[in-house]
């Protein structure tokens, strides 16, 4: 069977699959968080993005070489489901009462590392995080960066025993911390202990490299974790890592300080210079993780402007940072809107 072949199977596939589920009922994404966590990979987000990077990348195509497959994605038929799937994830943002704040990351054009090539080096990305957990440092912006990636991780089912996100307290963050394990020196990304709620949490990262040779065990060994201490293997691939390790991605994070951008009480302390310059860093460094690591796509500040495929990236924003905020303040958030 030839590539072409392929394509058209995988074509007619995604047309009939796209059809049915246009002229069904719409699944509500934004109105129940529950079933919009469960169903998150799903119909319409996942299949939606299949249909927008094929469409695209077919045009692409068409006007580069006349290719005869992109003349049939360019049907009234298809242009027209793919134009009313796109505004119905324009009426679920609407729906959903919640006006992501302008400096959301997620509308961010520029980024702190792509352009000096530093994109998709982990080192400087495990470092960053570990500047910005670390209440004392200079960033201005006291236990936030720490309480929000808490949450964020508690969403994605990271269970670390937090009762109150607010009253979190560090005691200890080392990035790079160093050990010997039968006879070899490794190196921890990052090393916390936590004196609110009590427990270590070691996280160690990848992005584009790959996990060592009994590394995480290793860690283990030389560490010694108890029962309360919490294991968080970080990468952007989903990689399941050897228990007690849980996996967190690398969006997860993005995510927990893009909701930290829209959190209203945030709002009056932004304004002291000191906090304002370390959230700027901040903005600019989830921009990176956001667009360049997860590769989630810019989206405009006005829905309408965008693609069929950010117009699924900002409803499935939503939903993210709309649980995150929920979880940090207690499940008492109320759909807040931020002019």
Request: aromatic fraction near 8%.
């Amino acid at each position: 069977m030839t590539a072409n072949d392929h394509f058209q199977q995988a074509y007619a596939k995604l047309r009939k699959e796209l059809i049915i589920a246009m002229e069904s009922t719409t699944k509500t994404l934004l109105t129940n968080n529950e079933s919009s966590a469960e169903n998150d990979n799903d119909f319409p987000l996942e299949f939606a993005k299949k249909i927008a990077l094929i469409y695209e990348s077919e045009q692409v195509k068409k006007i580069a070489e006349g290719n005869s497959l992109a003349v049939e994605f360019t049907d009234g038929k298809l242009r027209s489901l793919l134009e009313t799937l796109k505004k119905q994830y324009h009426a679920l943002i609407e729906e959903s009462k919640f006006q992501l704040n302008p400096d959301d990351p997620l509308f961010c054009t520029v980024d702190a590392f792509s352009l000096i090539e530093w994109g998709l080096k982990e080192v400087p990305h495990t470092k960053m995080l570990a500047f910005f957990l670390d209440p004392k440092r200079e960033h201005g912006l006291d236990n936030l960066p720490m309480g929000f990636l808490l949450a964020a991780a508690s969403v994605s089912e990271v269970e670390i025993g937090v009762e109150n996100y607010q009253e979190i307290s560090v005691g200890k963050i080392e990035a790079e911390r160093w050990i010997k394990v039968n006879g070899k020196k490794l190196r921890l990304d990052i090393y916390i202990e936590m004196e609110i709620p009590k427990c270590r949490i070691l996280i160690e990262g990848k992005i584009e490299g790959k996990q060592g040779e009994d590394q995480l065990s290793d860690y283990k060994s030389g560490f010694k974790p108890e029962e309360n201490d919490v294991l968080i293997y970080l990468t952007p691939n989903g990689e399941t890592p050897e228990e007690p390790w849980c996996h967190l991605d690398w969006k997860d994070v993005a995510l927990a300080f893009c909701a930290l951008a829209n959190y209203g009480e945030f709002e009056p302390i932004k304004k002291g210079k000191h906090c304002h310059d370390g959230y700027e860093l901040l903005r600019l460094w989830t921009s990176t993780l956001l667009h360049h690591v997860c590769g989630v796509p810019v989206v405009s500040k006005k829905p309408e402007d965008d693609t069929l495929q950010n117009a699924v990236a900002h409803a499935s924003h939503i939903i993210k940072v709309k649980e995150i905020l929920e979880e940090y303040k207690g499940g008492q958030y109320a759909g807040q809107q931020i002019a």
